[in-house]
Structure formats: C-alpha cells, structure tokens
C-alpha cells in the first residue's frame, strides 16, 4: 500500500477493513476498502482542522471585540472622572470670587 497517507492512519484503516471482511472476501477488496477508509480519515481529519481554525478565529475576534469594549467603558471612566474634577473647582473657584468681590466692594467703596 503506497499511499500519501501516514502510517498510523493506513494501519487503522486496515483494522477497520479487516474487522468489516466477509467471508470469501478477497485481499484485494480489502485493501480497496483499505484505501477508501483512508480517504475518509483524511477527509474527517481535514475537517476537524478546518473547524478548529475557525472556532480559533472566531475566539479571536471575540477576545479583540471584549478588549475594545473594555477600552471603551475604561475612556468612559476617565471622561467622567474628568467631569468630575470640573464641578468640583467650579464650586471653590465661585467662593474665591465672591471673597475677591467683598473685599474689592469693602476696600473701595
């Protein structure tokens, strides 16, 4: 059996061609089904890789979307703590004005 295929996977698929052989079956119809066992393998093999790559990549974009969603709400928070900070000197700078004004109006008139 020269195949493109591994050796462990040749050696499953002449196990399972041989436990699935009927009587008068020749050897060379098993290994045909061998060989058609081994397609199959492959083929599954390739599509389990094929959806592992795409649930990676979906993981991916699911971890960048949860990161720029968290940057988001973290500029949020500083925008606010910067609103914050404003009202509160607006307060201080409003009594620093009118004690400037009181001592203007009681030095001058």
Excluded: C
């Excluded at 698929?13 to 290994?31: I, M, Y």
């Excluded at 397609?39 to 093999?45: L, N, T």
């Excluded at 968290?70 to 928070?77: D, F, G, L, R, S």
């Amino acid at each position: 059996m020269n195949s493109k295929y591994s050796q462990e996977v040749q050696a499953e698929a002449l196990k399972v061609a041989k436990s699935t052989q009927k009587p008068k079956q020749t050897k060379e119809h098993t290994k045909l089904i061998a060989q058609g066992i081994e397609k199959g393998i492959a083929e599954y093999k390739k599509q389990q890789s094929k959806k592992s790559r795409e649930r990676d990549k979906a993981k991916k974009v699911l971890l960048k979307e949860k990161a720029l969603k968290e940057k988001q709400v973290i500029n949020n928070t500083e925008i606010t703590e910067k609103e914050r900070t404003f009202p509160s000197l607006l307060p201080w700078a409003l009594l620093g004005l009118s004690w400037a004004g009181f001592i203007f109006y009681d030095i001058y008139i």
